[in-house]
């Protein structure tokens, strides 16, 4: 098997990276080589590759900056994202792209099932449900996943972000009227590879749209909380005292872009799929802090 993966320095990509080559050949693309925001040149990229797997985990996931730069967020998310498509049908290779919760508004109570219509409320919403459709659209053999709230232990998000500032202050102010599920990066590539390494089976999981989440639910103030002990349990430093975390509503916290208050989503047709349940969110959590404390110890 030949893969290419577009996006191999972010954070999904990085953990790509290190699981895709027990499938074959692995063609690791950071935005030096393929930049989204030229995507005549990434195409013209997987013409002279071609690849037998194209796993895009490449995105414009600035957030609250793509309310200011639409056109940007427009060409990486959606534009590239249907040359792409175009070019994995031509090759008749199998496509990976990931998508977002931020594809639904997130009034809605309950978890938000592939079948539920999509409501973005965001610029970056907007762009990535585009971009899924677009995939969609191409016809080609296809995984979109749909995750939230991912981390990892390399790049930005909420978990470092959080144990940085509890290193830092003594006391922190977390939005608490928001749900969803913490998303490790390691759990999507191991999930990617595990639909891939069954590609040619006759039991191959179906083409098409499914939910990537762990099990379970939190709030962000939650979260923070369950890293907190977790971190403070394992002996690393922080300054921010137990019960230190201050839960705010999201109108005290204001931004550029409308986040969902409920990013739950609905994992039963990934499950069925795989004939498995998923772990739940605090195994991911545990496991990073455990991971960190080792990385700190050598």
């Known amino acids: 098997m030949r893969i290419v993966l ?11 990276a290190a699981t895709l080559p027990a499938l074959g050949e692995v063609i690791a ?48 998310n959606a534009t590239a994202v249907d040359r792409i498509a175009a070019e994995a049908r031509r090759l008749d290779a199998v496509l990976v792209h990931y998508s977002t919760d931020y594809v639904f508004d997130g009034e809605a109570a309950g978890r938000r099932t592939e079948t539920d ?3 973005p409320r965001s610029v970056y919403g907007r ?3 585009a971009g899924e459709r677009a995939v969609a659209a191409a016809g080609g053999r296809h995984y979109v996943f749909r995750t939230s709230w991912v981390y990892a232990l390399h790049g930005a998000n909420f978990l470092r972000t959080i144990l940085r500032l509890a290193a830092e202050r003594e006391e922190l102010a ?10 490790p990066a390691a759990l ?18 179906a083409p098409g749209l499914y939910h990537l989440a762990p099990r379970g639910e939190t709030t962000w103030h939650a979260y923070a909380e369950m890293l907190l002990t977790e971190a403070r349990a394992a002996g690393l430093p922080l300054k921010v005292r ?3 975390v201050r839960p705010l509503a999201t109108a005290e916290y204001p931004t550029a872009a409308r986040r969902p208050a409920n990013s739950r989503l609905c994992t039963a047709k990934l499950e069925a799929a795989l004939a498995r349940r998923l772990p739940r969110w605090e195994d991911g959590v545990r496991a990073a802090v455990a991971a960190l404390v080792a990385a700190a110890h050598d």
């Open 6 to 16: 577009l996006g191999a320095t972010g954070q999904v990509g990085r953990e790509l």
């Open 29 to 76: 693309c950071g935005r030096d080589r393929a930049d989204l925001e030229h995507p005549d040149a990434v195409r013209s990229l997987l013409a002279r590759e071609r690849p037998d797997v194209i796993v895009n985990a490449a995105a414009y996931t600035a957030v609250d900056r793509a309310e200011a730069e639409p056109e940007r967020a427009e060409l990486v």
């Open 117 to 119: 219509p999509p409501r």
């Open 127 to 129: 762009t990535k449900l």
């Open 174 to 183: 977390v939005v608490a009227d928001q749900t969803g599920a913490p998303t």
């Open 188 to 205: 999507i590539a191991e999930i990617t590879a595990e639909f891939l390494g069954r590609a040619g089976d006759a039991a191959a999981p």
């Open 242 to 244: 137990p019960g230190g």
